[in-house]
C-alpha cells in the first residue's frame, strides 16, 4: 500500500503562482511514476503531469509552459510549481503514484484561481 499527502492548495490571483506537494509513504519502493491529475466538478479526471522514477516527464498540453513538475531528494515526494495561473485551472489537484499493480491517489487539495 502508498500513501500520499498532498498540501500547497488555495485561493490564487489570476497569473499568480503556486506550488503543490505530494508525499508518499508506505511501499514507496514499488512506485515507478507519480504525477499529477486534475478534475473538475462534473468532469473526467485528466491529466496534468507525470515524471516516472527515471526522470521522464509527460506533459498535457494545457500544462506546457507553465506547470513544472520536480522531485525530490527523497524518491517519495513529487512538486508540481504552478504559474501564469488562470480562472479555468480552478479544480481539484490530485496526486498519484504508480505501482505494477496499483494507482494510489491523494485526497486532492482544491486550487482556487479568482480575484
Known amino acids: 500500500q502508498v500513501q500520499l499527502v498532498e498540501s500547497g492548495g488555495g485561493l490564487v490571483q489570476p497569473g499568480g503562482s503556486l506550488r503543490l506537494s505530494c508525499a508518499a509513504s508506505?511501499?514507496?519502493?514499488?512506485?515507478?511514476?507519480m504525477g499529477w491529475y486534475r478534475q473538475a466538478p462534473g468532469k473526467q479526471r485528466e491529466l496534468v503531469v507525470t515524471?516516472?522514477?527515471?526522470?521522464?516527464?509527460n506533459y498535457a498540453d494545457s500544462a506546457k509552459g507553465r506547470f513544472t513538475i520536480s522531485k525530490g531528494n527523497a524518491k517519495n515526494t513529487a512538486y508540481l510549481q504552478m504559474d501564469s495561473l488562470k480562472p479555468e485551472d480552478t479544480v481539484v489537484y490530485y496526486c498519484?503514484?504508480?505501482?505494477?499493480?496499483?494507482?494510489?491517489w491523494g485526497p486532492g487539495p482544491q486550487v482556487t484561481v479568482s480575484s
Open positions: 498519484d503514484a504508480e505501482t505494477p499493480q496499483v494507482q494510489f
Open positions: 508506505g511501499s514507496i519502493f514499488l512506485i515507478y511514476r
Open positions: 515524471i516516472t522514477s527515471g526522470g521522464s516527464i
